[in-house]
């Protein structure tokens, strides 16, 4: 049930964009991501619910396929303040109230 | 506000030891959850509730108790660790509909090794 995170890690330069993909086996209610810098705690990015909508602010988005149960985080014009380990969690159809997270990737930004 | 209040920040235990982690929250959160995380693992889901007096198993419970008696707190039990249990342990709440915006507040997180 875990989801499917790609690629597990990443090494950009600033100012370089990159997708982070995230892809369930489950019919998916909704799709949170979170930016984990290293020894502290998760952090909430954003939530997208079931219907295909797109989110997304400053210059950080995302997109969740819900017939694909596929989603996309996008990170434009990379800082090195998006450096991180970043987790999309995931909770299925039936809202059995869990949110299950997929492994990680790991985004290093170079100056 | 305090947020998600989690203790220990770090504990050292034997093998067979019990002890319990605090979890405290002061959002008024119906939902609270307990992930461990490990190299490589991602964040894996242990135990949650979805409100007072009511638990339920995530993806790892074995090996751990939970309880909910009062809204605000929500302890996880290790009754006799293993070294498998070496992890760093996260407390996490919410709101649920009406209200759920979806993002789980998490607690600093606790190390804990089992020697």
């Known amino acids: 049930q875990q989801p499917v995170q790609s690629p597990q890690a990443v090494i950009l330069r600033e100012g370089e964009d990159a997708v982070i993909n995230c892809s369930s086996s489950k019919a998916l209610y909704s799709v949170h991501w979170y930016r984990q810098k290293h020894g502290e705690a998760p952090v909430f990015l954003m939530i997208?619910?079931?219907?295909?909508e797109q989110k997304g602010h400053d210059k950080i988005s995302a997109s969740f396929n819900e017939k694909k149960q596929q989603s996309s985080l996008y990170l434009t014009a990379s800082q090195l303040s998006y450096s991180g380990t970043y987790f999309c969690g995931t909770e299925i159809q039936n809202r059995d109230d869990k949110i299950i997270f997929g492994k990680g990737t790991r985004l290093h930004i170079l100056p | 506000n305090a947020g998600v209040t989690q203790t220990p920040k770090f504990q050292v235990l034997k093998t067979g030891q019990s002890m319990t982690l605090q979890c405290a929250q002061d959002m008024n959160h119906e939902y609270m959850s307990w992930y461990r995380q490990d190299p490589g693992m991602g964040l894996r889901l242990i135990h949650y509730s979805v409100g007072a007096g009511i638990t339920d198993q995530g993806e790892v419970p074995n090996g751990y108790n939970v309880s909910r008696s009062t809204t605000e707190d929500f302890p996880l039990r290790l009754l006799s660790a293993a070294p498998s249990q070496t992890s760093v342990y996260f407390c996490?709440?919410?709101?649920?509909?009406?209200?759920?915006?979806?993002?789980?507040?998490f607690g600093e997180g606790s190390r804990l090794t089992v020697l």
């Open positions: 997208l619910l079931k219907g295909g």
């Open positions: 996490a709440s919410s709101y649920r509909p009406p209200l759920n915006t979806g993002e789980l507040f």
